[in-house]
């Protein structure tokens, strides 16, 4: 199985830079890939596009880097940007999705989702308003997930009515951070 890490917007609620405020003393990017990366032996890809030549050094070799240069026009295109990436390749049966600022997941919710996985449904995160990430898409769905476009990612793919979709409760994903006040209130309940 792959792994996609989203960082690549410009945070423009939190004032630019989010995957590189701290969590725990290390960089909001460098936490969800330390995390991922410890919860079983996955190839590990993050897209990146605004402030790449930044984020980058921060992941060094952990990860596959794929630049997404159109990533101003949201995160359905830095999704088929980078699914295209991990598609070539040919070897993977599935890919987990995430974002970088879903900070309190826990290397036993991505085992959840992933123990769960079938290779033949989409396995998505149960949210107040419907499915979302972290989700795991068998490889069947890889070519409509290079088709994405706009700011809304893989919602309409998770909530329609023409995919199977199993809902996995990981109630850690409800938190994310925003803006800088998410990032204080955080910080103020881990003191």
Not at 25 to 32: E, L, S, T
Not at 101 to 113: A, F, I
Not at 136 to 141: D, E, L, Q
Not at 168 to 183: K, M
């Amino acid at each position: 199985m792959a792994a996609l890490i989203l960082a690549a917007g410009e945070s423009a609620r939190f004032g630019g830079r989010k995957q590189l405020a701290l969590i725990n003393g290390k960089p909001m990017i460098r936490h969800a890939l330390d995390t991922l990366n410890t919860t079983t032996a996955m190839e590990t890809f993050v897209v990146l596009g605004a402030f790449a030549d930044e984020v980058a050094p921060v992941l060094g070799a952990a990860a596959h880097i794929i630049r997404n240069e159109n990533w101003a026009a949201g995160m359905g295109s830095s999704i088929a940007c980078a699914m295209s990436a991990i598609a070539d390749q040919g070897r993977f049966d599935g890919v987990l999705i995430t974002l970088c600022d879903q900070v309190k997941l826990t290397v036993g919710d991505y085992t959840k989702l992933i123990a769960a996985f079938d290779q033949q449904h989409i396995l998505a995160t149960r949210h107040k308003d419907g499915f979302g990430v972290p989700a795991i898409f068998p490889s069947h769905m890889f070519k409509t997930l290079q088709t994405l476009s706009g700011a809304s990612g893989a919602r309409k793919m998770l909530n329609g009515s023409n995919h199977d979709v199993i809902g996995i409760d990981l109630p850690n994903a409800a938190i994310d951070i925003d803006t800088v006040n998410d990032l204080k209130a955080l910080q103020s309940q881990t003191g």
